[in-house]
């Protein structure tokens, strides 16, 4: 697994547009697909998208095409969430804050 391949994961990831995330590498589109591929066959993956999240974070609907499974057995964990006030987050993290947020605000 190359370092190069693994650095444009990340973009890739928190743009959720692979156009904007290779402009942001400086490199084509079809270049970061090629990598994105070798690294999903390299994973063993089917294409198909994993998301590792808490139960009713990110909405699992008939309409969006996404399932919830939960682990089994059921895991928990005490958590400690720390971030940096003015920094920019993927929307999908900023909904995770915005329900922490919500949720220690009506307690």
Request: proline share 5%; no cysteine; glycine share 4%.
């Amino acid at each position: 697994m190359e370092i190069r391949t693994l650095r444009y994961f990340l973009p890739a990831a928190r743009e959720e547009n692979m156009t904007r995330a290779a402009e942001q590498l400086h490199v084509t589109q079809p270049t970061l697909s090629k990598a994105l591929k070798s690294l999903e066959d390299e994973l063993g993956k089917e294409h198909l998208g994993y998301l590792l999240t808490f139960d009713r974070l990110v909405d699992t609907s008939s309409e969006n095409g996404l399932v919830f499974r939960p682990l089994t057995p059921r895991l928990e964990t005490k958590l400690f969430i720390v971030w940096k006030r003015y920094q920019m987050f993927s929307p999908i993290a900023d909904r995770f804050l915005g329900r922490i947020q919500a949720s220690f605000s009506a307690t």
